[in-house]
C-alpha cells in the first residue's frame, strides 16, 4: 500500500528530473544578446550612413581617334601651268616674248625682279592703251578691288624708291603700291590672279563678287608706274599668284614664259 510518504518523494522526484532538463543561458550567450542590444539601433532611429562615401568609379570613356587630315596635294609649277588653261586678261593678245616683260626679268630701279607678265610696250600682239579692256582670267571670286586708290606722291615714290635701293630689294608694302589700282581674283585651291595699274574698274566689280571667265572687269592704266619705270606707257601688270609665291618664281625669263603659255592656253 502506497503511502502519503512515498507520494510526496515521488513528486519531489519528478521535479527534479524537470529542472535538470532545461538548458539555462550560459555566460557567453547573454554577453552576446547583450552585443545584438548595442549594435541594434534604437526603435523609431534612421540607420547611420557613412558621411563620405567613396565614389564609385565612373568607367573611362573609349577614346575616339582623330580623323586623319588629307594632305593637300603638292603640284610642280610646270603641272600647275598645264592645269590653270587661264584665258587671256586682254583679248587677242598672247604673252609677250620680250623677256624683260615676263617673271625673273630684272627691276634696277627698285633693286627687285618682276613677277608677272607686262601686256603693252606693242608686243603682246594688239594695241593696249589707256581704257583698253581688261577681262577676267577664269571664273572666280573678286578679293580685293582699289576703288578708293590714291596715286603715290611724288615725295612718296622718292621714298618707296630710295629705300628699295638701300634694302637693297623691295618690300612687300611698297611692291603693292607700285603696282597701283588693283584687282584680284581668287580662282579656288590657292590660284589668285592680280591685275594691277589699272586706270579704273568696271561697274559692280567689289569685293565678294563673282565673276565668269572674259567677264569685264577693268581698264588699262599706268597707275603706281614711277617714272623710272615704265614711264608713261600704260600696260596691264598681270600676275598669277599660288599660294604665297607667283608662276614663274625661282625661274630664268625664258623659263617663266613658257610656263606662262602653258597656263594662259585658255579661250576667253
Known amino acids: 500500500m502506497i503511502s502519503w510518504r512515498h507520494v510526496i518523494w515521488l513528486g519531489f522526484l519528478i521535479l527534479a528530473l524537470a529542472l535538470e532538463s532545461c538548458s539555462w543561458p550560459t555566460e557567453a550567450s547573454t554577453n552576446g544578446f547583450r552585443q545584438l542590444e548595442q549594435d541594434a539601433p534604437e526603435r523609431g532611429s534612421r540607420p547611420v550612413r557613412n558621411p563620405n562615401p567613396s565614389p564609385t ?16 596635294p603638292t603640284l610642280s609649277p610646270q603641272a ?3 592645269r590653270l588653261r587661264l584665258a587671256m586678261p586682254v583679248v587677242g593678245a598672247h604673252v609677250p616674248e620680250w623677256l624683260d616683260l615676263v617673271p625673273g626679268a630684272s627691276r634696277e630701279y627698285r633693286s627687285g625682279v618682276h613677277e608677272g607678265v607686262d601686256f603693252g610696250f606693242d608686243a603682246v600682239g594688239v594695241t593696249v592703251r589707256t ?4 577681262v577676267a582670267a577664269g571664273d572666280g571670286v573678286v578679293v580685293r578691288a582699289d576703288s578708293d586708290y590714291r596715286e603715290p606722291s611724288s615725295k612718296e615714290m622718292g621714298e618707296i624708291l630710295g629705300r628699295s635701293q638701300k634694302l637693297g630689294n623691295t618690300t612687300e608694302a ?4 607700285l603696282r597701283g589700282r588693283q584687282v584680284w581674283i581668287d580662282h579656288g585651291e590657292g590660284v589668285v590672279t ?5 586706270n579704273s574698274m568696271a561697274p559692280g566689280i567689289a569685293p565678294g563678287v563673282r565673276v565668269s571667265r572674259g567677264q569685264l572687269i577693268a581698264y588699262v592704266g599706268n597707275s603706281g608706274v614711277p617714272a623710272e619705270g615704265a614711264g608713261d606707257e600704260p600696260h ?7 599660294g604665297d609665291g607667283y608662276l614663274g618664281q625661282g625661274f630664268p625669263p625664258a623659263k617663266a614664259r613658257e610656263l606662262y603659255v602653258q597656263a594662259m592656253s585658255g579661250r576667253n
Open 57 to 72: 568609379p565612373l568607367p573611362s570613356p573609349t577614346a575616339v581617334p582623330s580623323p586623319t587630315p588629307r594632305p593637300t
Open 80 to 82: 600647275w601651268a598645264a
Open 131 to 134: 581704257g583698253t579692256r581688261v
Open 174 to 177: 611698297d611692291l603693292d603700291r
Open 194 to 198: 592680280r591685275y594691277a595699274h589699272l
Open 236 to 242: 596691264l601688270h598681270f600676275e598669277i599668284r599660288m
